[in-house]
């Protein structure tokens, strides 16, 4: 069974940073593809960065290009994100999510991804 736990939401000033982790536990598969997806109070969720585990590319949305970094660390099973510049409009609920296989052509698609963690809370006040 695939669990992924979220941790290191806070509150942060504009300009500051913050690393968020999701734990996995379970047997995804031998390659995978991991994003992390965000969701602000009435606003649909999105995509903000993806990697694939043994595919080699990561990629990010615009809006957050150049701030955030996305990471794995494989012997502790540990998906990172680096938030950097944080600004109020990076406020909301995130949450990491797995999906078997290297998925490129749907990589920003919630529905593509069928492991999905409970969400970290992200405030960034002004």
């Known amino acids: 069974q695939v669990q992924l736990v979220e941790s290191g939401g806070g509150s942060v000033q504009a300009g500051g940073s913050l690393r968020l982790s999701c734990a996995v536990s379970?047997?995804?598969?031998?390659?995978?593809?991991m994003a992390w997806f965000r969701q602000a109070p009435g606003k649909e969720r999105e995509a903000v960065a993806v990697?694939?585990?043994?595919?080699?590319?990561?990629d990010y949305a615009d809006i957050v290009k150049g701030r955030f970094i996305i990471s794995q660390d494989n012997a502790k099973n540990t998906l990172f994100l680096q938030m950097n510049s944080l600004k109020p409009e990076d406020t909301g609920i995130y949450s990491c999510?797995?999906?078997?296989?290297?998925?490129?052509?749907?990589?920003?698609?919630?529905?593509?991804?069928?492991?999905w963690g409970q969400g970290t809370q992200v405030t960034v006040s002004s």
């Open positions: 999510a797995a999906v078997s296989g290297i998925e490129r052509t749907r990589r920003f698609v919630a529905g593509r991804y069928n492991y």
């Open positions: 379970g047997y995804i598969g031998s390659y995978y593809t």
């Open positions: 990697i694939s585990i043994g595919g080699g590319f990561t």
